[in-house]
């Protein structure tokens, strides 16, 4: 019978699709060490991983009967793909099922930073409120403002069609334009990334993390900001530098920003956690039920395949 290693708690009803074959699971909380890695891949034939997993080259490596390495996430930047390519053995992702819960989520953030809602919570919880106020605890409406997003994939698109009814308007950057048809049903223009700088009251990030993005929101960006601008993240943490972030912030050139990924996740910057002007949240864009369980569906159906001889649903080569 067939060996699977989960290297991580996931969802029960992803095990369900799994129990025609031996599996076995790392269930302790945080995440698994390189070297505990090493020795539970020697003898088994699949492995589930975690997006918060790293699988290195010297993992791969010890993985000798390995035939599938199934990523429980959209994205795959914590699996040394070259050494696993180089080794026959195929990886997978679970695309697609993330969107509208990730698009949520952004969609939240934005929300909480410009009405302070965090940081309402906390004054609520811990001082004396005296009531209610002109002045008291201003925050800035989106309605009418220009909603920058970085990447209209499918995400960014999700992100759009709930901005459009918050009545905001909306403009995009990315690698190229899209078709009419898309821009026609989000009244989405697209712009050149200093011009969606230089007038966006929000910016929301939804583009992939590959090395030529690395720090792309970086001193130079911030500058080029409005001083209300607040800066969402919820795509992956390295797109944006932090201590140029946390600069800008200080020196009012930006608004503020919501941030549910990190630079040097899992750590979060230290002085993040202590601006008020900052929204964060523990990389939760897709921590839905439904879409938990949807992405471990996709990743067993995935091990599956491979095991039975057959071709993986989402193969990333």
């Not at 309605?143 to 994939?153: A, E, H, R, S």
Request: glycine share 6%.
């Amino acid at each position: 019978m067939a060996k699977i290693f989960i290297a991580g708690r996931v969802p029960e009803s992803t095990k369900k699709f799994l129990q025609d074959f031996n599996i076995f699971e790392y269930s302790e909380d945080g995440v698994i060490t390189e070297e505990e890695l090493m020795e539970s891949v020697r003898d088994v034939d699949a492995i589930l991983c975690p997006l918060s997993t790293p699988l290195s080259k010297k993992v791969i490596e010890q993985a000798k009967n390995v035939k599938i390495i199934a990523n429980f996430g959209a994205g795959f930047d914590n699996i040394d793909v070259e050494a696993a390519k180089k080794h026959g053995i195929i990886v997978t992702n679970t695309p697609g099922v993330s969107t509208e819960a990730t698009a949520e989520l952004s969609i939240g953030l934005m929300i909480a930073a410009a009405r302070r809602i965090v940081e309402g919570d906390q004054f609520s919880r811990t001082k004396e409120f005296k009531g209610w106020a002109p002045l008291f605890f201003l925050g800035t409406e989106l309605y009418g403002k220009t909603l920058g997003i970085v990447g209209l994939g499918n995400i960014g698109q999700a992100v759009a069609r709930r901005a459009k009814a918050f009545g905001m308007n909306i403009i995009y950057t990315g690698p190229s334009q899209k078709p009419i048809n898309i821009e026609q049903k989000y009244d989405a223009t697209y712009v050149r990334m200093d011009e969606l700088l230089q007038t966006s009251d929000v910016i929301s990030l939804h583009l992939p993390y590959k090395r030529e993005v690395h720090h792309l929101f970086s001193q130079e960006a911030f500058q080029q900001m409005k001083p209300n601008a607040i800066l969402v993240n919820a795509a992956r943490g390295p797109i944006v530098d932090e201590k140029a972030l946390i600069n800008a912030i200080k020196k009012k050139e930006i608004r503020g920003a919501a941030l549910d990924v990190y630079e040097f996740e899992p750590l979060i910057t230290e002085e993040l956690k202590l601006m008020k002007e900052v929204v964060i949240t523990p990389h939760i864009g897709n921590a839905t039920i439904e879409t938990r369980d949807a992405m471990g569906e996709i990743a067993a159906k995935n091990i599956i395949s491979v095991l039975n001889g057959e071709q993986p649903l989402n193969p990333i080569y």
